[in-house]
């Protein structure tokens, strides 16, 4: 039924659970994985001390290299399960976008992700990237808890 899964993570520890689930599921429908990290793009005005800190190259430089070892992952859980893996590190200012786009033009048929459960004043503010593609994505969803 899925051929062709996505499995976005921030690299906490309950997404690399997600992934991990993901893989497993992955093995057990005969499906790819694709495995996604979103990382914000450089901003000039920012309270992020890492952009605070760096100019746009090393910014750029370190996060890439932030977003290997977040999908690093993945990649080896996919490995050791025989399951086809494909990474990809995408900026964004919206990461629940960057991931709804990616599972279009990878013609994903579900998108298996962590919820990090963020209640009340703080889940009604920041709102939670899931509840984000939840609410606008055409493709189903698996949300890990």
Not at 60 to 86: D, K, N
Not at 87 to 104: D, G, H, T, W
């Amino acid at each position: 039924m899925f051929k062709q899964i996505l499995l976005p993570t921030d690299g906490s520890e309950l997404s690399e659970r997600a992934v991990l689930a993901g893989v497993s599921f992955a093995k057990e429908a005969g499906a790819q994985v694709v495995a996604l990290t979103a990382l914000p793009d450089f901003r000039t005005f920012t309270a992020d001390a890492e952009m605070l800190a760096a100019t746009e190259d090393e910014y750029l430089a370190t996060s890439e290299q932030r977003g290997a070892t977040i999908l690093a992952v993945a990649e080896s859980a996919a490995r050791s399960a025989g399951v086809p893996c494909t990474s990809l590190v995408v900026r964004s200012r919206q990461p629940f976008e960057a991931i709804l786009q990616a599972a279009r033009e990878r013609k994903c048929d579900l998108i298996i992700m962590a919820s990090h459960g963020r209640h009340g004043i703080t889940g009604m503010l920041l709102g939670s990237e899931t509840q984000k593609v939840l609410v606008h994505s055409a493709i189903p969803v698996l949300v890990y808890r």
